[in-house]
Structure formats: C-alpha cells, structure tokens
C-alpha cells in the first residue's frame, strides 16, 4: 500500500495499491520532489472515468513502468471532485498548451509546481499518432536531467502566461433585454432542429440552457425558446442517455441521437435535470416531464442516498459482465436473447420493439441501450410496465457498477434543491424529507463553527479540502430552496452565512469572483472561471444565490453584489450563451424583479394555506421566492407585518419595492405569478 492508503477520496484509494509510490496533493511532495532533484508527475482524474481506469490498469499497475516513476518523479494522484481548484488550474495549461483537455490528465512539474509538459491518456503503446507513457516517460526526463534551465524557463513563461489570463469582468451592470434577446437568438443559431440539443457528438445535457430557455418563456411568452426546451428534454428522456428501467440519466451521449451513452451517472445531472424536469412540467403540465422529474428523484434517493443521509458522487460507467471482465455499460445493456430470458419469447419481442433492442444492436457485440423510439401504433400500459418491472428486477441480479460514496458539498445542494422542490410540486414529502437529510448532514459536518465549509466527506468523515465558491453557493442555493418549501426560517440564516463568506472571501474590492476563498492554499494563480461546465459556474451559482437571499431579506449588499456579478453575463451571454446558461437564468430572475410571495394562515397544515403556499411554488415568474408562516411568525424577514384579511390565509406578492393587493384567492395568486 502506498500513501494513498490514508485517504477518504474513494478515487485516491483505487490506487493505494498500485506499485507507483503515490503521494496526494501536499507540500510534503513538492519538498520530496526538491529534496531529490526530479520533477512532479500529476495525475488527475475522478472515480467513475473510464479512460482513467483504462491507464491505471494499463500503466500504474504495471511493475516496470511504476519502478521507472518512482525512480524518476514524485508521482502525485488527485481527485479532481475533491480538489477542483487544482484540476482547474492545471487543466486550462493543458487546454492553452493542446487545444484540449480531459481525464485522466497528465501534466509534468517542477518541485515549484510550475507546468512545462501536459496530456491526457497516454496508451501502454504507441497508436493512433500518440506516444506511449513509458516514451512519454524518458522524454521528460531525458530532458530533465539535460536541458534543466530550458524546461525550467518553458515553466517560467507558461505560468506568468496563465497568472496573465485574468478574466475581464465585462461589465458592472446585469444584461438586460437586449442581451438576452441576443442570447436566444445564438442559441437559436445553435440549436440541433432535428435532435434537441446544441452542437454535434458528444452531446451533453444543457441543463442550465434549458433553465434559461424556461424562464425566458415566462417572462417574455417566447413560443421559441419554450420548443427548444420541450424538444430537448423530450428527445434525452426517449434517448439511451435516460435509464428507461430505473430512471436518473447518464453523463452525456456519445452521439447525436442521444442513443448511446457514456454510462456513468453523476449526482450533479441528475439533481440538475430532476429539477429541470420538474420545471418543464411546472411550466406545461407535460405527463413526460412529470415522469421523468420523479423517476430521477427515486433514483436519487434510491441508489445514490447513503447511509448519513447524504448523496454520493456518482456511479461508474463500468461493471462485471459476468465473465469477469470489467466492460463499460455492461449494467445496462441487453440482447434480444438476454431479454427472452428475462421475459419469454411473446414478451421479449414486445419489449424489443418498444425499447428498441435489434439484432444488430446500437451499442457494442450486438447488444442495446435501451429507448424509447416514435412509432406507430398504441402500447398496452399495463402490460409494459409490467415488462420494465422484470427488466429492472433482473437487471438487479447482474454485478451492480461501482459507486463512489464521497458526499460533494455543491453536488448535495443541487440535490436538495431539486428534492425539495419537486417533493412540494408532487405532493411527496418523502423527497423533502431526503432533502432535509442531506442538508442536515451537511449543517453537522461539512460545516465548522464559522460556517466554513468542507469540500467532501465520506462514510460520516469529513473531508480535509475546504470548499470552493461552487459549494458555498450551491449549498445556499439548496438551503434557499428549503426555506421556502418547508417555511422553516433556519435554512436562510444558514444560506445568509454562506453567502457572507462569498462576500467577504471569494470577491475582491471590485466585484470580481474568485472559484477560491483570498485565504485559500495559494497555487500558482487563483482560479476564475464565470462559464458553466457539468454544473452551473461557482460565479453564476453565486449570483443566483444572492439574489435570491435579497429577495427573502431585502439586503441591498447582496442584491448589488448579484447585479455586479451578473456584469460579466452581460459580455458573454450574447456571445457563448451555451456555456453561461445559469448567468442568463440568474439574469432572467434579476429582470422579473424577482417577485416575492408572503403566504401567512392560521396554521402551516390548514387546507387553505397549504393551497396558496403550493400555488406560490407552482408560479413560473422566473426565480420567484416564497416564504409561509402565521402572522405571528418571525422567521423570514418577508412575513414581517403581514396580516390574514377577513380571518383566511392570504398571500402578498412584491416585486421592485411595490406590492400587489393581498389575496385569499390561489387562482388570483396564480395569475400573478404566471411570469
């Protein structure tokens, strides 16, 4: 076992055995690599990818290339989930110096930790143009040991180059009309007619573009932006990309047709998407975004809830076929033959023509993700969801994939933002109460007395990395959530001292967000990235976060500070929208108002309230926020003053420093808060 062996990352702890002599992310390594003379190799990458356990198995447990490391590096392995600060910095030199980037990523240091060569996956041989690891290998020693002052000097300018690369902020006014107009209109441009989605293969779900899309309906009536969500959702929910057997979706697909996916399935889409889904039904009562909103929330809570009661990170693309060979999606795939065995003769060619499973297949050696196509003629519902409850209870039988247990900080408050809201719109408190068990989890030990938070934890272990702006943002965002469908006051001050820290550690004198708190562990520059990647950006997410917490409160600093950070939405969204989709969300909120909705009844269980409350949480105005309590309750700031009329429960509706009338009447209340 090697040092790894002491980690909580279940990414780290893959490789404790390997022979390579792996140090985690330390001083202790750089002074070891310093100490002997020789260079850093850094290996990222995370727990559920594919191509990282292809080079581990190819390369870190082969004896002769892990002697030749441990000869001639200080091999230092990171999870990228646990130290997303790391991976960034180092991932946008691989980018500037390749043109791309990816996992596992490979990148070559000096004891000062300085980047002067960069990759990805190297194979155990040459093919297909690249290098194999061991060539890679003695090329960067060879000149190590022989052009030291050279490599050092290339390290010099790569790392002034990237201290150089800070991001103009744009702008210190939000977007408005006009800048999200054009942003539709680029996404229009973008926009696959024929397949929902934007761009070619692979093709990632636009989780935060379609949050935008949903909420530009709302606010302006555009028929346009509502299709291409609609469209979109729908074509993923029938594609392979979606477990059509036991719901929850896969990372991306490796196609345009949303057919064939790269089978792992990560907490962060899921939570995204179980909430885009609900949103989608919110907005158009679609049976099919009813559907898949909560078969993805089951599915969260089902398979990926632990035993603390948070949510871990994700599920691997590969498992056991059975043979002993550990093959990506062998889980989820099957065969004509295999679904005769499962289902009969008579049921098995219902079950192929409904799912789409051929002879030739659409995946590899003849086998098939299941989807579901458009075709012709009507199916007998009971007698299919007979066939997927078989499917499912046999699938159960094969070696399940791996699961990573680690519990992300950011990742849980999208879960409990997605949980929350849709247990209240579907009238299941089992996922508020999932919910409530993650955000209760994360108060007890990701937070400190200070209301610092930590990145991870695993196994009821808090994690040694300390959170980035993505988590204190992501969690106050759950947290805000759960203010407003539980009316329990805590969750805003607990939002409120998250975001406190975001003011006052992760923004400078001008505004400007840093994706690290000023007292963070210095690297070679401090990370700042406004764009959306898996999740919503930790610039955006914040921005959100604020907003919504000025409209609970009426805290002119947070609201200045939202409209300071959606500044930099105003330069790119109309020039990349796809890659800010929750900046332009955040926008659409910022110019609705957002609207604010006081319910008060007699009591939170009677009848009544409970109607106005759920009609409040149905509204579509974008970014809306709710709050419900009796006239005599002081636990969010909105409920101050607010009285029953004529003895019934009653809601107030705010917007820009103006109130409408109060209402006892949910259609009255529903009407004005239709966007």
């Known amino acids: 076992m090697n040092r790894l062996a002491h980690e909580t990352s279940p990414y780290l702890l893959q490789h404790a055995d390997n022979p390579v002599d792996w140090w985690p992310w330390s001083d202790e390594a750089f002074d070891e690599a310093r100490e002997r003379g020789v260079p850093v190799l850094l290996s990222v990458g995370y727990s559920s990818c594919h191509w990282c356990h292809v080079m581990a198995h190819e390369s870190f447990e082969d004896d002769a290339t892990a002697a030749y490391m441990n000869e001639h590096f200080v091999s230092v392995k990171v999870d990228r989930e646990e130290r997303p600060d790391v991976d960034a910095v180092y991932m946008e030199a691989v ?239 099957w065969t004509p033959q295999q679904l005769s065995e499962a289902l009969g003769d008579d049921d098995a060619e219902l079950a192929a023509r409904y799912f789409g499973v051929t002879e030739e297949g659409t995946f590899e050696h003849g086998s098939s993700v299941l989807q579901l196509p458009q075709q012709e003629g009507v199916f007998d519902a009971q007698r299919i969801e007979s066939i997927r409850r078989r499917l499912f209870g046999k699938r159960a039988e094969r070696p399940a994939p791996g699961r990573d247990d680690k519990v992300v900080a950011a990742w849980n408050g999208l879960a409990i933002a997605a949980l929350a809201e849709t247990g209240a719109y579907f009238d299941r408190p089992d996922l508020v109460d999932a919910a409530l068990g993650a955000a209760d989890l994360l108060v007890r030990l990701h937070l400190d007395e200070h209301a610092r938070l930590a990145r991870t934890s695993k196994d009821g272990r808090v994690g040694a990395n300390a959170g980035v702006l993505e988590d204190y943002a992501d969690v106050a965002e759950g947290f805000l959530a759960l203010a407003s469908v539980t009316g329990e006051g805590v969750w805003l001050e607990f939002a409120g001292f998250l975001l406190d820290h975001v003011l006052t550690r992760f923004t400078d004198d001008s505004g400007t967000l840093y994706d690290t708190a000023a007292d963070a562990e210095k690297l070679i520059r401090r990370p700042q990235d406004p764009t959306d990647n898996a999740t919503p950006s930790g610039w955006t997410a914040a921005a959100g976060a604020l907003l919504s917490y000025a409209a609970q409160t009426g805290s002119e600093p947070h609201r200045a500070a939202a409209e300071r950070a959606l500044g930099v939405v105003k330069a790119l969204g109309p020039r990349v929208p796809r890659f800010i989709g929750w900046g332009l969300a955040v926008a659409e909120a910022l110019l609705d108002g957002p609207r604010e909705v006081a319910i008060v009844g007699p009591a939170l269980d009677d009848p009544a309230t409970r109607a106005l409350h759920r009609t409040a949480l149905l509204g579509t105005a974008p970014g809306a926020v709710v709050a419900i309590g009796t006239p005599e309750s002081d636990e969010l700031p909105l409920l101050v003053d607010r009285i029953l009329v004529d003895d019934e429960p009653t809601a107030y509706v705010c917007r820009n420093f103006t109130c409408d009338a109060p209402t006892t009447d949910p259609e009255r209340l529903r009407t004005a808060l239709s966007g």
């Open 95 to 333: 980018q500037a110096a390749t043109g791309h980037g990816g996992w596992p990523m490979t990148v070559f240091l000096t004891p000062d930790a300085e980047p002067f060569y960069f990759g990805t996956y190297f194979p155990p041989t040459p093919r297909h143009g690249m290098p194999s690891f061991r060539q890679v290998l003695e090329g960067v020693q060879q000149a190590w040991a022989d052009r030291r002052d050279e490599v050092a000097e290339v390290a010099g300018k790569i790392t002034r180059d990237l201290a150089q690369r800070e991001i103009s902020y744009g702008d210190t006014r939000a977007p408005g009309e006009e800048e999200l107009a054009q942003a539709l209109l680029g996404l229009t441009r973008e926009y696959d007619a024929q397949r929902g989605g934007f761009g070619g293969a692979p093709k990632f779900p636009p989780s935060m573009v379609i949050e935008f899309l949903l909420r530009h309906h709302a606010r302006t009536g555009s028929e346009g932006a509502l299709q291409m969500a609609q469209d979109t959702c729908e074509r993923m929910a029938r594609g392979g990309i979606y477990d059509q057997l036991g719901g929850g979706f896969a990372r991306y697909s490796v196609d345009r047709d949303w057919v064939v996916p790269h089978f792992e399935k990560m907490l962060y889409d899921n939570a995204l998407l179980c909430r885009v889904y609900a949103h989608l039904w919110r907005a158009t009562g679609s049976d099919l975004a009813r559907r898949v909103a909560l078969e993805t929330a089951d599915f969260m809570v089902r398979e990926l809830r632990t035993a603390e009661g948070g949510f871990a990170s994700a599920l691997d693309a590969d498992s056991d076929d059975g043979e002993g060979r550990h093959v990506e999606g062998a889980y989820y795939v």
